[in-house]
């Protein structure tokens, strides 16, 4: 959205047709830009949540005196 904003003041002296042909391209790509930074996002937090996970494991077991590294 925003860089079809920043295309749109720049090329807005041009044709119509390829007016139209980069603010769609824009739009893709501002769509593709949210939908990887979205999966990125939602990769580390399932990253951050399964270590923790394995790390509380690994404290219980060094609670009850199993060693899993030793």
Do not use: E
Not at 29 to 58: K, Q, R, T
């Amino acid at each position: 959205m925003f860089l079809s904003f920043i295309w749109f003041c720049i090329f807005k002296n041009s044709s119509y047709f390829s007016f139209i042909c980069l603010v769609g391209c824009f739009q893709f790509f501002d769509c593709f830009v949210v939908v990887f930074i979205g999966f990125l996002f939602l990769f580390c937090a399932f990253i951050l949540v399964s270590f923790s996970f394995f790390y509380f494991i690994l404290i219980g077991f060094r609670l009850f005196g199993v060693g899993l590294l030793s």
